[in-house]
């Protein structure tokens, strides 16, 4: 296209250089003179081109015209390179260089490779022109920008998979319905950590006595020589009572419904179970009583690390802990949504219901829903009925992705358990505190069938012979000096009661370790050890509510 644009302005057709420049071996002195016309030829048609353009482009009628002008700087472009290459053949033949050098140098040239004549000649340090120096300290921070760049994105993907990790109690990120909580917000520990598992024993002094319900009362505690309390305890955890409602000792655990935050008392919430033992002494106490008291323990705490969010679902007294909890949470300000949900019998069994509507107008992410299943009243404003499916999908947008505490009676935590499973909650992200395992012996402990019972002064530890009991493993009970048959249906506790030892107890599930005792000799398996600690298991100390046989035992009971 250029060529005939050449043509039409008068120019001869142009020869080309590189293509003959290639066949030539080295420059004779005809050979020479032939190139460097030809190189001159080039420039010649290269400043016809550049004028031809430039008379174009300072036509008036081209003003207007843009491919006109288009088209003339292509003229002159193409009449520059011309006009270039022609020079640069010229300076090569003058120097001296081989044909094709000169030939190669063409070509470069004209795919704009090589660099201008200045560039080209070195200076500075190492021989390197202050071109390279630039164009090495731009590659380099480049190249230290992009290192920076991918360092940051690691350490970014490190803390987003660790904070997906599922550890214990950890959640995945959420739609939360609190900006606060789009973040895990940080643990709010209390200031000094919590007292050893039941470190403390000694008398607390009732102070003052709130009737919750027809049959719950709370018990406000308080040291007798006064100020802080001996221990402090996480949201969640429980005491010991030891009694003596008639003629004998008795432990059961109540959970301190009251914040650690306030150090000067701990509350308990107790609901007056029907022939209960300790509850109906419980309620039966006086301002100004004193209560022997170990404590605290549990591991059924939340303190709002490891989770940014939480769902707290509690029925009757099981709202002690979530009590604690949601006290404790708002105390401290914790930013991250909490969901209380709280089912019970009747109107009247909402215990704190004042307390909790007056956090929720006072937090926004507190998120209270209530259930009663006997609401005589129209003005009722919750839910009725047990805490169903539905109930919780309303209550708690994407359940799936929360921690869930769940404690209440046995058979609406059996009830509840599927169906946080069924609306997708991992089954690790759902903490339980059951209060009572299994109902209480209900006739005084007398010797079972197939049992040996002794009064020898010195532990039996001989089975009874016959078919019935071959092969059963023993179980001795050495400060009692009684023997018993610990066939596998049955826990040490159980055996136990069978042969009227004492042995302590409160949950029966292997949380409170009221039934701690030392094992002296075989070894027994355990489902729940969630009291034990590491000190308890390198003392061969075990929970007879969980002793399960696997032969001989002996026990210091
Ligand atoms: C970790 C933990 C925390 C707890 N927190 C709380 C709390 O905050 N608040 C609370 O109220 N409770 C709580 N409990 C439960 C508490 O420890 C007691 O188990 C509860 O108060 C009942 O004890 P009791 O001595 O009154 O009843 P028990 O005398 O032990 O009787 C228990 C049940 O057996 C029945 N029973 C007993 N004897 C007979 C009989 N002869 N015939 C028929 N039935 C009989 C009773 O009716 C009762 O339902 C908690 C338990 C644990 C393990
Ligand atoms: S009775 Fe509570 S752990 Fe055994």
């Given at each position: 296209m250029m060529d005939d644009m050449m043509r039409q302005m008068g120019a001869p057709p142009r020869k080309e250089l590189y293509p003959s420049l290639m066949e030539v071996e080295a420059f004779t002195p005809d050979k020479r003179q032939q190139f460097e016309r030809l190189a001159r030829e080039r420039m010649k048609s290269g400043t016809a081109l550049m004028s031809s353009g430039l008379e174009k482009l300072s036509a008036?009628?081209?003003?207007?015209d843009l491919p006109a002008m288009r088209e003339a700087t292509a003229l002159m472009r193409q009449g520059v390179v011309q006009f270039d290459t022609g020079i640069s053949s010229l300076q090569a033949i003058s120097e001296g260089k081989p044909p094709r050098a000169v030939a190669l140098d063409w070509f470069k040239q004209n795919m704009s490779l090589l660099p201008s004549a200045d560039m080209q000649r070195p200076h500075g340090i190492?021989?390197?022109s202050g071109f390279h120096y630039f164009t090495m300290f731009l590659l380099l921070a480049f190249a230290a920008t992009m290192i920076w760049i991918n360092l940051k994105k690691m350490q970014r993907a490190q803390a987003l998979a660790a904070r997906l990790?599922?550890?214990?109690g950890a959640v995945l990120p959420e739609r939360t319905?609190?900006?606060?909580?789009q973040s895990i917000p940080p643990s709010l520990l209390p200031e000094d950590a919590p007292s050893k598992s039941n470190a403390w024993t000694g008398l607390l002094r009732v102070v003052q006595i709130f009737?919750?319900?027809?049959?719950v009362v709370t018990l406000r505690l308080t040291d007798p020589s006064g100020g802080s309390l001996p221990f402090r305890h996480l949201p969640g955890q429980f005491v010991t009572f030891t009694v003596k409602p008639n003629d004998q000792m008795v432990k059961r655990s109540y959970t301190i419904?009251?914040?650690?935050?306030?150090?000067?008392y701990v509350e308990v919430t107790v609901k007056r179970e029907e022939h209960g033992t300790v509850s109906g002494f419980l309620h039966s106490v006086r301002v100004g009583d004193t209560l022997q008291t170990t404590g605290p323990s549990?591991?059924?705490?939340?303190?709002?690390?490891?989770?940014?969010s939480i769902v707290l679902i509690s029925g009757g007294v099981g709202i002690t802990p979530m009590m604690s909890v949601v006290r404790y949470l708002t105390d401290r300000s914790w930013p991250s949504d909490i969901f209380f949900i709280f089912g019970c019998?009747?109107?009247?069994?909402?215990?704190y219901r004042e307390e909790l509507e007056y956090l929720q107008r006072r937090h926004p992410n507190l998120h209270l829903a209530i259930t009663a299943i006997d609401v005589a009243s129209a003005d009722w404003p919750y839910a009725r009925g047990n805490i169903t499916k539905e109930l919780l999908s309303q209550a708690v947008p994407?359940?799936?992705?929360r921690r869930v505490h769940l404690c209440g009676p046995k058979p609406m935590m059996d009830a509840l358990k599927p169906v946080l499973i069924e609306l997708?909650?991992?089954?690790?992200?759902i903490k339980t505190e059951i209060f009572i395992g299994k109902e209480r012996?209900?006739?005084?402990?007398t010797l079972a069938e197939g049992v040996t019972g002794s009064e020898q002064s010195q532990p039996t530890t001989t089975p009874v012979e016959g078919a019935e009991t071959a092969g059963v493993a023993v179980a001795t009970f050495a400060r009692s000096k009684r023997t018993a048959l610990f066939p596998p249906s049955k826990t040490l506790l159980e055996v136990s009661e069978d042969v009227g030892v004492n042995i302590d107890y409160s949950?029966?599930?292997?949380?409170?370790?009221?039934c701690k005792v030392k094992l002296l000799s075989g070894s027994v398996t355990m489902e729940?050890?969630?009291?034990?600690?590491a000190a308890d298991k390198e003392n061969n100390i075990i929970l007879a509510c969980q002793a399960k046989t696997r032969g001989d035992v002996s026990v210091d009971a």
């Amino acid at each position: 296209m250029m060529d005939d644009m050449m043509r039409q302005m008068g120019a001869p057709p142009r020869k080309e250089l590189y293509p003959s420049l290639m066949e030539v071996e080295a420059f004779t002195p005809d050979k020479r003179q032939q190139f460097e016309r030809l190189a001159r030829e080039r420039m010649k048609s290269g400043t016809a081109l550049m004028s031809s353009g430039l008379e174009k482009l300072s036509a008036p009628s081209s003003e207007q015209d843009l491919p006109a002008m288009r088209e003339a700087t292509a003229l002159m472009r193409q009449g520059v390179v011309q006009f270039d290459t022609g020079i640069s053949s010229l300076q090569a033949i003058s120097e001296g260089k081989p044909p094709r050098a000169v030939a190669l140098d063409w070509f470069k040239q004209n795919m704009s490779l090589l660099p201008s004549a200045d560039m080209q000649r070195p200076h500075g340090i190492f021989g390197l022109s202050g071109f390279h120096y630039f164009t090495m300290f731009l590659l380099l921070a480049f190249a230290a920008t992009m290192i920076w760049i991918n360092l940051k994105k690691m350490q970014r993907a490190q803390a987003l998979a660790a904070r997906l990790t599922p550890q214990p109690g950890a959640v995945l990120p959420e739609r939360t319905l609190t900006p606060a909580a789009q973040s895990i917000p940080p643990s709010l520990l209390p200031e000094d950590a919590p007292s050893k598992s039941n470190a403390w024993t000694g008398l607390l002094r009732v102070v003052q006595i709130f009737e919750e319900s027809p049959n719950v009362v709370t018990l406000r505690l308080t040291d007798p020589s006064g100020g802080s309390l001996p221990f402090r305890h996480l949201p969640g955890q429980f005491v010991t009572f030891t009694v003596k409602p008639n003629d004998q000792m008795v432990k059961r655990s109540y959970t301190i419904a009251s914040s650690p935050t306030r150090r000067d008392y701990v509350e308990v919430t107790v609901k007056r179970e029907e022939h209960g033992t300790v509850s109906g002494f419980l309620h039966s106490v006086r301002v100004g009583d004193t209560l022997q008291t170990t404590g605290p323990s549990g591991n059924f705490t939340f303190v709002g690390d490891g989770a940014n969010s939480i769902v707290l679902i509690s029925g009757g007294v099981g709202i002690t802990p979530m009590m604690s909890v949601v006290r404790y949470l708002t105390d401290r300000s914790w930013p991250s949504d909490i969901f209380f949900i709280f089912g019970c019998r009747g109107e009247k069994d909402v215990i704190y219901r004042e307390e909790l509507e007056y956090l929720q107008r006072r937090h926004p992410n507190l998120h209270l829903a209530i259930t009663a299943i006997d609401v005589a009243s129209a003005d009722w404003p919750y839910a009725r009925g047990n805490i169903t499916k539905e109930l919780l999908s309303q209550a708690v947008p994407h359940i799936e992705i929360r921690r869930v505490h769940l404690c209440g009676p046995k058979p609406m935590m059996d009830a509840l358990k599927p169906v946080l499973i069924e609306l997708g909650v991992p089954l690790e992200q759902i903490k339980t505190e059951i209060f009572i395992g299994k109902e209480r012996p209900a006739t005084p402990p007398t010797l079972a069938e197939g049992v040996t019972g002794s009064e020898q002064s010195q532990p039996t530890t001989t089975p009874v012979e016959g078919a019935e009991t071959a092969g059963v493993a023993v179980a001795t009970f050495a400060r009692s000096k009684r023997t018993a048959l610990f066939p596998p249906s049955k826990t040490l506790l159980e055996v136990s009661e069978d042969v009227g030892v004492n042995i302590d107890y409160s949950c029966r599930v292997g949380t409170c370790g009221v039934c701690k005792v030392k094992l002296l000799s075989g070894s027994v398996t355990m489902e729940v050890q969630d009291s034990l600690d590491a000190a308890d298991k390198e003392n061969n100390i075990i929970l007879a509510c969980q002793a399960k046989t696997r032969g001989d035992v002996s026990v210091d009971a």
